[in-house]
């Protein structure tokens, strides 16, 4: 198998699994959050076209955070 298959089938992986891993983590007040943040960055760094698709089940985050509520726990700007 070429490299460039090799790449292409990872990819593939990443983008068909990538969605399940965002709506685990979205509005957990884990590290969850900013590891899949993280994956999506650095995945968008080597594939500058890469863009997510918009989830609208996704939780927004509320207004009034407070004590261990982040904004950060919630992954509504990776589709910015």
């Known amino acids: 198998m070429k490299e460039e298959e090799k790449i292409q089938i990872l990819k593939n992986c990443f983008e068909e699994t990538i969605w399940m891993a965002i709506r685990y983590a ?10 899949v943040r993280d994956a999506v960055n650095n995945f968008k760094k080597v ?3 890469f863009k997510l698709k918009e989830d609208s089940t996704l939780e927004k ?3 009034n955070l407070s004590g261990m509520q982040l904004k950060s726990d919630y992954l509504n700007d990776l589709f910015i």
């Open 26 to 35: 979205n509005g957990r007040h884990t590290y969850a959050p900013s590891m």
């Open 47 to 49: 594939f500058p076209d």
């Open 61 to 63: 985050p509320k207004e």
